[in-house]
């Protein structure tokens, strides 16, 4: 199972694009990297997901390079509210696991 | 849709008891899991099911039991709580069509603590 390392905190200020980056260097063929939010006393909340190259929805961006050893979770111009635990996730639907997590806390 | 349900939302239990965390949703996933949370950590799988009928080890499954005898429903059983189970409880699910990383929904957590 390929483990993954993520920044354990960081910190931004609102409007701020803020770039956490997600290393996984064993990513097997049939991983996907999927990215998780969690607010405290809440359960985590699905942000992302992709298999390669670069992958936008309402919310964030993901970029994945070739050689997939590693992705970048963009998260444009955050706000208070996106102060939060973001967790990179990499394997398939009975293998996934949970680092630590990224404490993102964005400041006014 | 209330999605994922999970009830008690909290818990005390005395060293050697048991309980039962119970764990609903409306979605017509066939994919379910139990996972632990200790504080400042990520999440730990415990059991996982595919459908009715099928669960299996994760991570983190000594203590505990699980059984999946509905789509909806997914207990876990606690048996002879011990203090090192204290912990949060989250249940999740997700559809699978036999792809990969399925998007996982999760509950709104069971708070425990073993005294």
């Known amino acids: 199972l390929a483990k993954t390392t993520q920044p354990i905190s960081m910190d931004s200020y609102e409007g701020q694009e803020v770039n956490i980056t997600c290393s996984h260097n064993n990513i097997a063929t049939n991983d996907y990297i999927t990215w998780y939010q969690q607010f405290p006393s809440q359960g985590p909340r699905f942000i992302i997901q992709g298999y390669k190259t670069k992958v936008t929805n309402e919310v964030a961006s993901l970029f994945i390079p070739a050689d997939r050893k590693s992705s970048t979770l963009s998260l444009p111009r955050v706000s208070l509210s996106d102060t939060a635990v973001y967790y990179c996730l990499v394997g398939d639907d009975t293998d996934m696991r949970f680092g630590a997590g990224t404490r993102l806390t964005v400041k006014p | 849709n209330a999605g994922v349900t999970q009830t008690p939302k909290f818990r005390i239990l005395k060293i050697g008891q048991s309980m039962t965390l119970q764990c609903t949703q409306d979605?017509?996933?066939?994919?379910m899991y139990w996972y632990r949370q200790d504080p400042g950590m990520g999440l730990k799988l415990i059991y996982y099911?595919?459908?009715?009928?099928?669960?299996d080890k994760g991570e983190v499954p000594n203590g505990y039991n699980v059984s999946r005898s509905t789509t909806e429903d997914f207990p876990l059983r606690l048996e002879l709580a011990a203090p090192s189970q204290t912990s949060v409880y989250f249940c999740a699910s997700s559809y699978s069509s036999g792809g990969f990383g399925e998007t996982q929904y999760f509950g709104p957590g069971t708070r425990l603590l073993v005294l």
């Open positions: 099911s595919v459908g009715a009928g099928i669960t």
């Open positions: 979605m017509n996933h066939n994919y």
